[in-house]
């Protein structure tokens, strides 16, 4: 039988609340961006002389035109005028993974709020958290990489000309406009399809994060940069198994040294539940010492917020899209479709 071991009680407060209201805020942030957008579509949809403020963080939810940027940015040195934001918040996202891994994913991003919501309604309703089996959940895993790989492999066979060609085309331009669209008079397909990945995120901890969200895959794999790591002190834990029993992304923290994965989301939960004093830490790996959780969090929220708000001083948020080709563009967006 294994002896009981002694301990010093962990007195350190919980960050969940913390991580609730960041996130909150975050939710709040793009609601209020989607309803100016909407008005910026009312005034194009109205003909207006003059267009209502378009905000640029709209951007934030064309990862593809951002990830085009963002190589076009590194082949020709050049931010290219169309969606700059977007490239920014992509940059943004970035590093705020190789500061603290896939944090974005449980501490900032929109969709995993939604997600984590519909993981907690679903293990009310069924009492416990289902989980798929292994032989299951690990090629399901991969598809998210699968989608990645599609995505990063066309656009990185791509040459600096090429990326330019499509930034600049009207299909890009308008590719906000589009996406509104897509939910504004969204089909049946589309509806049933966004219900059954809803519903399986509520019977699934993290279904669509877990299995097929292709940003979540790219910040997996640069989460394997970040210095900021889950330890497990194996002296002086007491193997209650408390961590992995809270872990949203089922990782077995209780048997790990170090988290090593491309699923901690870096949410925290496993070091707010740990009984026992620095059992559980966030450690800097190169110099091996501690990060206080207080560090973690303000260094996400400011790492996002200082780039974003870098790209806003220096004037390189704004899209250079004249609001007269907005109207020529948003009246011919019909041919766009044919053309592309
Ligand atoms: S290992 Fe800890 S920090 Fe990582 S996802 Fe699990 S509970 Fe969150
Ligand atoms: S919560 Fe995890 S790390 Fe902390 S004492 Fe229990 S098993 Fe060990």
């Not at 590194?74 to 977007?86: D, R």
């Not at 996202?93 to 309604?121: N, Q, T």
Request: net charge positive.
């Amino acid at each position: 039988m294994k002896e009981k071991k002694a301990f010093i009680r962990n007195d350190e407060k919980p960050v969940q609340k913390k991580r609730f209201i960041i996130q909150s805020l975050f939710v709040l942030l793009v609601i209020w961006i989607g309803i100016e957008f909407h008005f910026f579509i009312n005034s194009l949809e109205a003909g207006a002389a003059e267009l209502a403020f378009r905000p640029p963080g709209v951007e934030g939810f064309l990862p593809i035109s951002a990830l085009m940027s963002f190589f076009y940015y590194i082949l020709s040195g050049h931010i290219h005028p169309v969606h700059p934001a977007g490239l920014f918040i992509l940059t943004a996202i970035i590093a705020v993974s190789l500061f603290a891994g896939k944090s974005f994913c449980s501490w900032l991003c929109p969709i995993g709020y939604i997600v984590e919501m519909a993981g907690e309604f679903g293990e009310k309703i069924f009492g416990k958290r289902i989980k798929p089996w292994k032989w299951l959940d690990y090629p399901l895993r991969s598809l998210k990489y699968l989608l990645l790989f599609f995505f990063a492999s066309s656009i990185f066979a791509m040459s600096a000309m090429e990326l330019r060609a499509f930034l600049d085309s009207p299909y890009n331009i308008v590719a906000d406009i589009k996406m509104y669209e897509f939910f504004s008079n969204i089909s049946m397909f589309s509806f049933i399809v966004i219900s059954v990945l809803l519903l399986l995120s509520v019977i699934i901890r993290n279904f669509w994060c877990r299995y097929l969200c292709p940003y979540g895959a790219l910040l997996g794999i640069v989460s394997f940069l970040s210095p900021a790591k889950i330890k497990r002190n194996k002296q002086t834990c007491i193997d209650c198994a408390l961590c992995t029993k809270v872990c949203p992304s089922s990782i077995s923290v209780d048997k790990a040294g170090i988290v090593i994965s491309d699923e901690c989301t870096s949410c925290l939960n496993c070091v707010d539940v740990c009984p026992v004093k620095d059992a559980l830490i966030v450690q800097e790996v190169i110099t091996k010492k501690k990060i206080e959780k207080k560090y973690v969090y303000a260094g996400i929220v400011l790492t996002f917020v200082i780039i974003t708000g870098a790209a806003m001083l220096f004037g390189w948020w704004n899209n250079q899209v004249h609001d007269s080709d907005y109207k020529r563009l948003y009246n011919n967006r019909g041919l766009i479709d044919h053309a592309s």
